[in-house]
């Protein structure tokens, strides 16, 4: 029952009660003192008139009773409740199981307990994020670091006494000033794209002559991989074309530096199912062990296969590719198996042309 419904019930018990009870203390008191004990008048309207306030006193504390306990109780729960919230603790549920006005403020609040904590769960993960994203770049930085500091040292000491060595030394220097240069990029990148500061220009694309001008850009620079490309011709997507290349030629990258079995076969498959078209990119690489894979995603992972190798990058590609895709209300998701293949499918809404 509503509250306004329980306020006008207990308005008119108010004045129901008293009035009933006046003629029935009207009727019991004027037959027991007039009738059977003889009393006087005066006696009888002494007694009616106690009688009634005393009917009025306990009338008007039942129902005040009754009021704080259906109406006030359950706003002090809400109040502690709300005090809770204020002072962080977002872990205990809001419960005043109540069917009116009182149990709809209470579901609000339960509602705005599980936003407040759904929000506080994802500043935490950014915040771990964070972490994790300065602590993987001063390792990778430190590493190319190391070795110029080396090399620098090598040709000051005099270690590197040939114009041979010193020739080698100052290629390996700027290699390793090539890869941090690289890094740098990556990661102001995926930082521009963390702050959405990064612009999107959606427009219509059409996969298929969109793929094959890609297919043939990989095969003039790389004439011994296989590339083959099959699917519908007329399936198309809004997509950032410069963003969207990006992604891709991450992807294909990756198949090309962590290539295992010779030769190298990568097999592009474009599909559509229930509104969204797909895109499979299969290698028959190295592949990644199973509890690497549900890393790959996050910043600064890279198995150890890569790692050790001199190809490898410094694990921000993936992390990238995830947030351009998901930029395109799409979805990334990696399979693989060790020393056989791994695919990469990307799901996007389909668009007509
Ligand atoms: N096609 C693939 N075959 C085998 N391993 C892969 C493949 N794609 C990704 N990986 C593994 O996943 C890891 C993460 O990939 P990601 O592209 O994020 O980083 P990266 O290639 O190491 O560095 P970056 O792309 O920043 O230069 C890689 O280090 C590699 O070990
Ligand atoms: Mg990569």
Known sequence: MSITKKMVLSNIILLIVPVISLFFIDIVLGYLIIVSLNGSTGTFITLRFISIILVFLLVNVTISWLVSRHIIRPIQMLNEHARKIGEGDLDTPVTVNRNDEIGSLSDSFETMRKNLKTLREKEDAYNRNRQILMAGLSHDLKTPLTSMKGYVNGIADGVA???EKRHRYTETINQSIERMESMINELFLYSKLDLEEVE??????QLAPYFSDIVSEYQLDHPEIMIELQGSQHLAVSADREQFYRAVSNIIGNSIKYRGQEPLLIQINIFSKDGFVYIDIKDNGAGIDEHDLPHVFETFYRTDQSR??????????L????RIIEKHDGEINISSLLNKETVVSIKLPQVML
């Open 200 to 205: 999107f220009h959606f427009s219509p694309v």
């Open 308 to 317: 050790n190798s001199t190809t490898g990058g410094s694990g921000l590609g």
């Open 161 to 163: 006494d040939t114009v």
């Open 319 to 322: 992390a990238i590719v995830k």
